[in-house]
Every structure is written in structure tokens, then in C-alpha cells.
């Protein structure tokens, strides 16, 4: 396989997984407001927070107010990360590598950019918001089961699952360090601590993952536990330890590429050995910011190994996501 459709393959895989995980941190963050008491607020800043783009915000927008921030992650064209944005280069890699990929997809992902394109402003405020995340993350779902199902499992597929498993590891670990440091703020209060469980089951509802947290658990939910089953659970699909032993066993099956191997080994690891009720009293937001420059070790070492050198446009492009 040519090593930029491999390069697209992967890419494809990050845009998707990374448009469903946009619009689920939007949808559950809408709800949250709604289930808090009127004098806790937590304000809209902690989703551009935690997509890490904080610069690119600033130079649009004045506040951090709803409508701002909900118009700046689903529908404009200068993020990098919006769900529009990553819908639209989804859709571009689609029609390069056609050759490759299910035809029903390139249809399902153009109608989705369409949707967007056309209808995507009316969807923004309170009334329609939902409709419109609902949409984006039902097709994102519809997405990975036509090419799990029609496409052939073969070193294409395979890149295309390292993106969405390599995106998942570090999109679930963006939503953990951003809710949990905003958290841990919130406690200092007294008269907040009642309320410190609705923002533990956001962090799981935003992952998908309050049912099988409470099947697995069986206790209510705590800190320490919600991180321990998001980082360490073996069976949860969106947990970083399920994302990373699925790239480890994905990637013996590609060119021999001992550099990723062993930057995954060092995350997991560093996952395993871990002390939760610790570091949440000690330096959480430190020990996370190791694990994504590990995830980010991965990434570089496999564009080194599998994908040509970017020309400076395409690179500059791709370093708008994530800075």
C-alpha cells in the first residue's frame, strides 16, 4: 500500500473518532448545566479546554459564553477540531481513497458534511442542539460499522483502527485531565461536595461509559473508580488500556516498528502501575500530561516509520489539531 493512502487511512480513523467525541462532550455538558444547583457554574470554557485550543478560540472570540463556544466546536471552519472541520477532511480523504473504502461511506459522510454545511447554524441554539449531536454522532456510529463490515481487513483497515483507537486513547484522557482538575477545583467548597458526583458521572456519561461503570463497579460512583475503569479497564472499548492493547496487537501486524511498540509499552505501563487516590491528592494533571506526550511519541513514530513527509501546507494543516 502506497504510504500516503496509508497515511489517509489513518487519518480518516482520527476525524471520526474525534467528530463523535466533540459533539458527545457537547451534548453531555448541556445536560450537566441543567442537572447542577444555581449557585455552581461551571461555564463553557473547560470543552475548548479540553481540546486543547484555547489560541485559536481567542482569536474569534471575546468570551467563553455558550453560544461562542457551541458555534466554535460544531460549525467553524477556522478549528481545526471542530466537528465540521473533521467531518469535512473526513470526507476528503473519503473521495481520495475510494478505491479503498466502502462506496456507502463516501455517501453517508457526504449527506452528514451536507447536513452540516446547510443546516448546521440552525442546529446551535438549546431547541435544535440536540437533534443536530444526535445526528453527527449516529452517523460517526453508522460510519465505523459500514467499513468494520464492507471494508477488507487489510493493512488499509488496520492504519484506519490505529487512528480511532490512537484518537479514543487521547481524546478519553483530554475529558479525564480537563473534568478532573475543574473537579477537584470545585470541591474547596463545603457546600459544594454534595454535589461532586453529577461532574464524576459526566466524565463517564461523555465516554459512554456510565452503564458499564456501574455493571462493572457495582458501587456508586467515585473518583478514584471512574478512573480506574477509564484508564485501566481491559473490556471497556473507550478506556485507554482496551485503546492501547488493541493498537499493541494491531501493530504486529504492519512492518516491523519497534519505536511505537515501545512508547506503548512505557504508557501502559505508567497506566497500570498506578495509584489513583494518590495522584488525585497529589498531581493528577501532571501524571496525564505524561501520558499524552506518550500518546504523542506513538503518533510520531509511526508517521516516521509508515507515512511520506509532509509538504508544508499539508503539514501545517495537520499541526492546527490538538497545537
Known amino acids: 500500500m502506497l504510504s500516503r493512502v496509508a497515511d489517509n487511512l489513518y487519518w480518516l480513523g482520527r476525524y471520526l473518532a474525534r467528530a463523535e467525541n466533540t459533539a458527545r462532550l457537547v451534548s453531555v455538558h448541556s445536560h450537566l448545566l441543567l442537572d447542577l444547583p444555581r449557585g455552581m457554574t461551571l461555564g463553557w470554557s473547560p470543552l475548548v479546554d479540553i481540546l486543547g485550543a484555547n489560541r485559536t478560540f481567542e482569536d474569534s472570540y471575546d468570551t467563553y459564553s455558550e453560544a461562542n463556544v457551541v458555534r466554535f466546536l460544531i460549525t467553524d471552519a477556522e478549528n481545526g477540531s471542530s466537528i465540521a472541520t473533521s467531518i469535512a477532511r473526513a470526507r476528503e480523504i473519503l473521495r481520495t481513497v475510494r478505491d479503498s473504502t466502502p462506496r456507502e461511506a463516501w455517501e453517508h459522510i457526504n449527506e452528514l458534511h451536507l447536513f452540516l454545511q446547510e443546516r448546521g447554524e440552525k442546529h446551535l441554539p438549546r431547541a435544535l442542539r440536540q437533534e443536530g449531536l444526535d445526528r453527527v454522532i449516529d452517523s460517526m456510529l453508522l460510519m465505523r460499522g459500514l467499513l468494520s463490515a464492507n471494508m477488507n481487513h487489510d493493512v488499509g483497515y488496520h492504519f484506519l483502527q490505529i487512528g480511532l483507537y490512537l484518537e479514543q486513547a487521547d481524546m478519553t484522557t483530554r475529558i479525564i485531565d480537563v473534568r478532573t482538575v475543574d473537579l477537584i477545583q470545585s470541591k474547596a467548597g463545603e457546600e459544594l461536595r454534595p454535589f461532586a458526583h453529577i461532574q464524576w ?117 495537520r499541526q492546527l489539531v490538538f497545537g
Request: glycine letters at 6%.
Open 201 to 317: 458521572m459526566s466524565v463517564l456519561r461523555s465516554l459512554m461509559a456510565y452503564q458499564a461503570y456501574r455493571r462493572h463497579e457495582k458501587i456508586r460512583v467515585s473518583g478514584p473508580a471512574v478512573l480506574r475503569f477509564l484508564l485501566q479497564n481491559r473490556e471497556f472499548p473507550r478506556s485507554v488500556t482496551f485503546c492501547l492493547n488493541h493498537l499493541s496487537g494491531t501493530l504486529p501486524r504492519l512492518p516491523h516498528n519497534r519505536a511505537s511498540e515501545r512508547s506503548l509499552d512505557r504508557i501502559r505501563a505508567l497506566i497500570q502501575d498506578a495509584n489513583f487516590e494518590r495522584l488525585l491528592e497529589q498531581g493528577l494533571h501532571e501524571w496525564i500530561d505524561e501520558i499524552q506526550v506518550g500518546i504523542g511519541a506513538v503518533h510520531q513514530s509511526l508517521a516516521q516509520s509508515y507515512f511520506q513527509p509532509q509538504s508544508g501546507a499539508a503539514q501545517s494543516q
